[in-house]
C-alpha cells in the first residue's frame, strides 16, 4: 500500500489531453513539493516535473503539473505514442522523515 | 557526463549479505545527497534511504523496512555510494537504483542509475 495514491492506469488517443491524480496527506503533498516521474518499459526513472509545476531542461511543455492541497495532478496533452509509460508522483514525507512514492500509474495510448 | 553506474546485485539466500556499490561521475559527488530507491518486480518505486553531503553531516536516514539492516555510506575520495545489505528477505528482492539531485531541482532525483538487480531466494 503505497503512502501516495495514484489511479491504476489511465488511456487516451493520440492529440488527446489525460491527467493523471495524485492524492496524499498533511505530511506529505501538503506540506512539501510533488515530482513526477516517467519509466517507459525496462529503465530507469526519469525525472518528468519538480518543484509541483516545474520541467527540467529537455522536457516538453506538453507535460505540466500542478498542486492543490494534499493532491496534485500531472497533465499530458497532445498525446503521443512514445508517452506510453509508467508514471509515479513522490514526495518528501515530515512524518515518516522520507520520500514517499504513489503505486505508479500505466498510461496507454489507444 | 553526469553519470550513475550501479554494480553489485546477484543471488543471495534469506538471511545472508549483500553490498551494492554506485559510482557516480560528472558532478561533484561529495556535497550530493544520494539516495537509494528499489522496485520489486512488477511493483512501483520504494524509497531506501539516503546519505546527506559532506557538508551537512554525512548524516543518514532509512525507510522503515530496511532500517537497522540496511547501511549506507559514502567514500568521497572515490566518488562511491554504497548499499550494505544484511538479513536479507525474500521481499528485498529488487532492482536497485542509487539515484541523486544533481542539478537546481529542489531535491527531485533527476540522475538515476541503471540499476543493478538483487534476488533473494533460497
Known amino acids: 500500500q503505497s503512502v501516495l495514491t495514484q489511479p491504476p492506469s489511465a488511456s487516451g488517443t493520440p492529440g488527446q489531453r489525460v491527467t493523471i491524480s495524485c492524492s496524499g496527506s498533511?505530511?506529505?503533498?501538503?506540506?512539501?513539493?510533488v515530482n513526477w516521474y516517467q519509466q517507459l518499459p525496462g529503465t530507469a526513472p526519469k525525472l518528468l516535473i519538480y518543484s509541483n509545476n516545474q520541467r527540467p531542461s529537455g522536457v516538453p511543455d506538453r507535460f505540466s503539473g500542478s498542486k492543490s492541497g494534499t493532491s496534485a495532478s500531472l497533465a499530458i496533452s497532445g498525446l503521443q505514442s512514445e508517452d506510453e509509460a509508467d508514471y509515479y508522483c513522490g514526495a518528501w514525507d515530515d512524518s515518516l522523515n522520507g520520500v514517499v512514492f504513489g503505486g505508479g500509474t500505466k498510461l496507454t495510448v489507444l | 557526463e553526469v553519470q550513475l553506474v550501479e554494480s553489485g546485485g546477484g543471488l543471495v539466500k534469506p538471511g545472508g549479505s549483500l553490498r551494492l556499490s554506485c559510482a557516480a561521475s560528472?558532478?561533484?559527488?561529495?556535497?550530493?545527497?544520494m539516495s537509494w530507491v528499489r522496485q520489486a518486480p512488477g511493483k512501483g518505486l520504494e524509497w531506501v534511504g539516503r546519505i546527506k553531503g559532506k557538508t551537512d553531516g554525512g548524516t543518514t536516514d532509512y525507510a522503515a523496512p530496511v532500517k537497522g539492516r540496511f547501511t549506507i555510506s559514502r567514500d568521497d575520495s572515490k566518488n562511491t555510494l554504497y548499499l550494505q545489505m544484511n538479513s536479507l528477505k525474500t521481499d528485498d528482492t529488487a532492482v536497485y537504483y542509487c539515484?541523486?539531485?544533481?542539478?537546481?531541482?529542489?531535491?527531485?532525483?533527476?540522475?538515476w542509475g541503471h540499476g543493478t538487480m538483487v534476488t533473494v531466494s533460497s
Open positions: 539515484t541523486t539531485a544533481a542539478t537546481m531541482t529542489g531535491g527531485a532525483f533527476d540522475i
Open positions: 498533511s505530511s506529505n503533498i501538503g506540506s512539501n513539493t
Open positions: 560528472g558532478f561533484t559527488f561529495t556535497n550530493a545527497w
